[in-house]
């Protein structure tokens, strides 16, 4: 079963991107929304993380969450697709299960 974790965190301030990471099946997909976007900076500490898995699990960014925030595609970890609202909903159809890490 193909799950959708989404983490609305920051990793910055909660462990849920580590425990999302950790958890995670080949196959699966992970969606940053909300201050997860923080993780899909190219300077960020976890930057190592997502591009770890990279190829095994699907990575994904709000581009809303991220713009309100003030940082563009540029500043996005190669690997890490970029999806509107509309790719959201594309995302919880797709996938079988959507996990929410708080």
Known sequence: MAILHTVNKSPHEKNSLE???RY???GSAVLLIEDGVYAALKDS???DDLTD???KIALFCLGPDLKARGFSSAKVIEGVALVDYEGFVDLTVEYDKVQAWL
């Open 19 to 21: 425990s999302c990471l």
């Open 45 to 47: 500490a976890f930057a």
């Open 24 to 26: 995670a099946k080949e």
């Open 53 to 55: 898995v990279v190829g």
